[in-house]
């Protein structure tokens, strides 16, 4: 769900007046390249990696646009890493929508993921 308001964050920061806008230029660029859509019969999947890459620019991009200081932006980007967990793992945002009556199935994906929750428990069994 963090992840998910990171995303939205972002798209605000793309409508919003363009402070900073080389590096949110970059951001985009960075995201654009590491982001996949499928379409399937009954579904639409989409699928964005965040790569270590995209920290610099995203935080310039935020500390500009919100005005923040370089203490306030180092405090920022700390937490943008930790919500990521960058330095333990290959973060990305797996969004599935359904079109169809039947209930969307995560079989296929137990043998090839291993999702945890925060406090460690599996929700893909």
């Known amino acids: ?30 995201l654009e390249r590491w982001t996949a859509f499928h379409w399937g019969r009954d579904c639409l999947v989409w699928l ?5 890459e995209l920290i610099d620019p995203w935080v310039a991009a935020e500390a500009a646009r919100s005005g923040m200081s370089e ?5 920022y980007r700390a937490s943008f890493t930790s919500e990521l967990r960058i330095a333990e793992t290959e973060p990305f945002l797996l969004l599935c929508t359904s079109s169809a009556l039947a209930r969307l199935t995560w079989a296929r994906l137990r043998p090839l993921s291993s999702c945890r929750r925060t406090r460690g428990r599996k929700f893909l069994r």
């Open 1 to 30: 769900m963090k992840r998910l308001f990171f995303v939205i964050m972002f798209l605000c920061c793309l409508s919003a007046p363009s402070f900073g806008s080389g590096s949110i230029v970059e951001a985009t660029s960075i």
């Open 48 to 52: 964005v990696h965040y790569p270590e």
């Open 71 to 75: 203490a306030e932006s180092a405090q």
